[in-house]
């Protein structure tokens, strides 16, 4: 009897329907560690690298900052400007593409636009009626396989109408749709926070004032803009990406992508930006390769490409996109020195930058979390050269070590740390070691702060970015060590080099 009832409860369990056992996180992903940037800022902090073209009526005028008033005869080329030119200068140097001036305050437009009668085609120059910086550009840019976006000035110093509504409505907005027309892809739009002053206004020569956080209505113009340009990041008015807070190439040391906002606004946040910050707001450095000012100046020289590649230690070795003008000259071109300087960056960024070692090194950590269904956190995803995976400790994890260990010694002068910001930016604190033996090591870049990594942090071993390319480091061993972070710690790429 005791075996017919085994049996005929065998039959009926087979008899069941199967259930299929589903988990909540089939992936094991770290939760996100609030804020968090949007895809088109992740997009953004992607092109690191990106040149900036001053080019105008100041040209010509040899000044800054026009007026509003000035004859649109004044904008003279000696030659057909040559937007090709600029771009693949800026791409021999090892940038991702560039944003062209296309109006500035003084209201000068680069196209044919139907807003305003200052603009080139209105000149008595054959060479100005037929500019269209814009077309020219964005064409090149796409052939040239580069990112591209134009500085459009809110502020406009020959309007009439500026200070009233309608120059929202029929002047910049509409001049923000003619620009779109030249491209929906474009990646940034630059609108600078200088707004409001004297000038021209039509000819009333007189002073307005605007408050820039409610005349231009942001949060309306900021989905205008990704209407007509999905991933395009509007800079500084637009609340996406903030102003470093100098025009000299360098970001701080301590650099997050968080602020409060309003907070940009202050000069001692800029730099930083805030740990506790609510909203990703990341950092841009805006810095000249001449001497003089943003536009081009016949006294202008060139800075040396050493201190450019300073410059891009102090910015995306800090976890801050850098934008570096280069402006043409009063033939539409850049100039020799500056072409040949830009070659050289390249080429040093090339030489010192392009070689990787980790990829060659045996990488353990102290801890991994448990692989998910689809996605893994193994130490193997720090080298593998893919920003879409990444090492990950367990939750509650805030300090761990990374040691890569190559089969002879190698000569480092670099170590290249990223985090994988779509989770948010985590790391607050960590140090890099060397060794030969594996059990000496030697604390490396003394003096320099190893706190916050984020998009990106470059670290010269020596500790000085003005000096970096020395004789280097001999080494077998490398050891990272994660001291403190707001959340497990979350790397997708470790290079050395």
Not at 124 to 134: D, E, G, K, L, V
Not at 307 to 329: A, H, W
């Amino acid at each position: 009897m005791g075996l017919s009832a085994f049996a005929l409860t065998l039959g009926a369990s087979a008899e069941l329907p199967m259930v299929q056992q589903t988990f909540e996180y089939p992936d094991n992903e770290p939760a996100p560690c609030h804020p968090v940037p949007t895809q088109r800022q992740v997009l953004w902090q992607e092109c690191e690298f990106y040149a900036f073209f001053h080019y105008g009526m100041n040209t010509y005028t040899d000044l800054e900052w026009g007026n509003g008033n000035e004859s649109n005869n004044t904008f003279a080329p000696t030659a057909a400007p040559n937007p090709r030119q600029w771009l693949e200068a800026c791409k021999a140097a090892g940038m991702t593409g560039g944003i062209a001036v296309v109006k500035h305050h003084d209201g000068f437009c680069l196209w044919p636009t139907e807003t305003t009668d200052h603009r080139c085609t209105n000149s008595s120059n054959a060479y100005a009626q037929q500019t269209n910086i814009p077309r020219d550009f964005a064409a090149a840019a796409k052939d040239l396989g580069m990112n591209y976006g134009f500085y459009i000035s809110p502020w406009d110093r020959n309007s009439a109408y500026y200070g009233t509504d309608k120059y929202v409505k029929d002047v910049f907005m509409k001049q923000c749709d003619e620009l779109a027309q030249y491209g929906s892809d474009q990646f940034e739009m630059w609108f600078d926070g200088a707004n409001g002053g004297s000038g021209y206004y039509g000819g009333a020569n007189d002073t307005r004032s605007v408050d820039a956080s409610t005349y231009y209505d942001v949060p309306n113009l900021r989905d205008y803009i990704h209407k007509i340009a999905p991933n395009c990041v509007m800079w500084g008015v637009g609340e996406e990406a903030r102003w470093i807070g100098n025009e000299s190439g360098y970001a701080g040391e301590t650099n997050w992508c968080m602020m409060d906002r309003g907070a940009a606004s202050e000069n001692s946040n800029r730099n930083s930006g805030q740990e506790e910050g609510w909203i990703w707001l990341p950092g841009e450095s805006d810095a000249k390769a001449t001497s003089a000012g943003w536009f081009w100046h016949s006294n202008q020289t060139d800075l040396t490409a050493e201190r450019l590649f300073q410059m891009y230690l102090e910015t995306v070795g800090r976890n801050s996109n850098l934008i570096l003008n280069v402006p043409p000259d009063k033939s539409g071109s850049l100039p020799t020195s500056t072409v040949n300087t830009l070659k050289s960056l390249g080429e040093m960024l090339t030489s010192r930058l392009g070689n990787d070692l980790a990829p060659a090194a045996t990488v353990e950590v102290s801890e991994s979390r448990t692989n998910g269904t689809a996605r893994t956190y193994d130490a193997a995803n720090l080298t593998d050269g893919d920003k879409d995976t990444y090492w990950a400790p367990n939750d509650g994890t805030t300090s761990a070590t990374i040691t890569l260990t190559w089969p002879e010694a190698r000569t480092i002068r670099y170590v290249s740390l990223m985090e994988y910001i779509i989770k948010g930016q985590r790391v607050k604190g960590f140090k890099i070691e060397t060794s030969t033996d594996g059990s000496n090591w030697t604390t490396k870049a003394p003096g320099i702060a190893q706190t916050t990594i984020g998009y990106k942090r470059i670290i010269p071993l020596n500790g000085s970015t003005s000096s970096s390319y020395d004789a280097g480091t001999s080494a077998k061993y490398l050891r990272i060590t994660i001291e403190d972070s707001r959340a497990c710690p979350l790397l997708h790429t470790i290079s050395v080099y």
